[in-house]
């Protein structure tokens, strides 16, 4: 009898994801957090890299691991900007430039940034998170997601 493992479905930690909608610069938004939530989050020194759908994207990812409390919080933007350069045919040259929005999570288009919450006490945490990150100015909203219904729940991989 062979057995088959399958890695995708295997999560070590358990985490809340909580969609952000701000519409603000991504390092604004990490600055903010880490005044009124009194976090440390700091630019990770590479983005997000992906191929999704044979198109390489880029999300801009933010960390802090509080070793007190055992947490380590993810901030990462959920659209790129994706170029593509199209080949007129009749001069040979790349003449049209077109631009293309692609998400992290398609299925949460809306969501401006996730905050991901690495934990084993993630009830704990969520509610005072997402009440304090309503209290930023620039938060229009913040709420719980439910991971395991996403299909691409496999690009939150990023521990």
């Known amino acids: ?16 994801l909580i969609a952000i909608h701000a519409s603000v610069e991504d390092f604004k938004l990490a600055f903010f957090i880490n005044q009124h939530l009194d976090f440390r989050l700091y630019k990770m020194p590479s983005d997000l890299d992906l191929i999704q759908n044979k198109k390489h994207t880029s999300y801009p990812i933010f960390k802090y691991e509080d070793t007190k409390q055992f947490v380590t ?21 790349f003449e049209d430039v077109q631009t293309e929005i692609v998400h992290l999570i398609p299925e949460m288009k809306k969501a401006d940034y996730f905050l991901k919450v690495v934990t084993d006490e993630v009830e704990a945490l969520q509610d005072k998170i997402i009440s304090d990150l309503k209290n930023i100015p620039m938060v229009v909203t913040a709420y719980i997601v439910d991971y395991q219904n996403l299909k691409s729940k496999k690009n939150l991989n990023f521990d």
Not at 2 to 11: C, G, R, T
Not at 74 to 87: A, D, F, I, P, R
């Open 1 to 16: 009898m062979i057995h088959k493992l399958v890695l995708d479905e295997i999560w070590d930690d358990e985490f809340a």
């Open 73 to 93: 919080y993810y901030l990462v933007g959920n659209t790129c900007e994706v170029t593509h350069n199209k080949l007129v045919a009749s001069s040979g040259f």
